[in-house]
């Protein structure tokens, strides 16, 4: 079985609909709704509205605090997923690249709620979030992930390196298993630059904001990292071996081969949009 078929999977569970059992009853019922309204779900967007305000902003520690709460309580139900699920009790196929899915549930200019399926050994390689504050709940799943800030020094000059790596410090290099607590990156910390890897498949609801917008120049860079060595042009960042090994450089490269994510229809409950 081919992973896209797996993913299929996800898509027509989360699009299954309730029967409902006939009635000899000539009276008129209103039609039901689709989908359901997930009080958890409703209740992230709510916030996001209260929370995000716009390019050129990151949420307060309480606002942070805030969504990190809803976050940390919410599971994989209230976004129409389960445990059952069969892309969730299958392995990896030796030799198929496993492919990456996304499905978004909420967009704005101001934020946006998506969910990333990895199946497992499915890689999302190191990349980054210009000017984002980013939320990363695990929904379902174990996943490795790896996250660099960017160090930054009066002294450098990155005209001046020919390579155009940038020194970068590790911030992450765990791994996390579901349930687990709410991962949050800044636009210069926490880990802005990072990279997950599927140990098992998994489901990681993202909260973005703002989301990415080529267009208002917030591109998604990718970027291999190098282990740290002093280079002519630079100084050593401390004379501890082990210190040192905190610290690589990123370079900038094209999105890896077999790397694109491959988009479905988010069916699960809805957020009521609030004007």
């Known amino acids: 079985m081919k992973i896209e078929v797996r993913l299929t999977d996800v898509s027509k569970v989360i699009r299954k ?9 000539k009276r008129k019922h209103p039609p039901a709704s689709p989908v359901a ?3 958890p779900l409703q209740r992230l967007y ?8 716009g390019v050129g902003t990151v949420p307060s520690p309480t606002d942070v605090q805030k969504l990190c709460r809803i976050l940390d309580g919410m599971r994989a139900e209230d976004v129409g997923l389960s445990r059952n699920l069969q892309f969730f009790k299958t392995s990896s196929i030796s030799g198929v690249t496993p492919k990456v899915a996304c499905t978004t549930i909420y967009q704005s200019e101001k934020f946006s709620l998506c969910i990333f399926f990895l199946p497992a050994n499915a890689v999302i390689p190191l990349h980054n979030h210009p000017g984002m504050t980013v939320f990363n709940k695990l929904l379902l799943g174990k996943v490795h992930i790896k996250a660099y800030d960017l160090v930054t020094s009066n002294n450098q000059d990155d005209s001046a390196s020919p390579s155009q790596r940038k020194l970068a410090a590790l911030k992450a290099d ?8 709410t991962s949050v990156l800044y636009p210069t910390s926490g880990g802005n630059i990072h990279a997950f890897t599927a140990i098992t498949p998994c489901a990681i609801l993202d909260v973005m904001g703002p989301p990415y917008s080529k267009k208002d120049g917030r591109d998604c860079s990718y970027y291999r990292d190098i282990p740290y060595k002093a280079l002519p042009y630079e100084e050593a960042v401390t004379n501890d071996d082990r210190e040192r090994e905190r610290y690589c450089w990123l370079e900038e490269i094209e999105i890896p081969k077999g790397s694109e994510m491959e988009g479905i229809k988010y069916m699960g409950p809805r957020v009521i949009e609030m004007s």
């Open 174 to 181: 765990s791994v996390f298993t579901a349930p687990c607590d």
């Open 17 to 25: 609909k309730k029967c409902c059992r006939k009635t000899n009853s």
């Open 37 to 39: 309204v997930s009080f």
């Open 46 to 53: 709510m916030s996001c509205i209260d929370v995000f305000k």
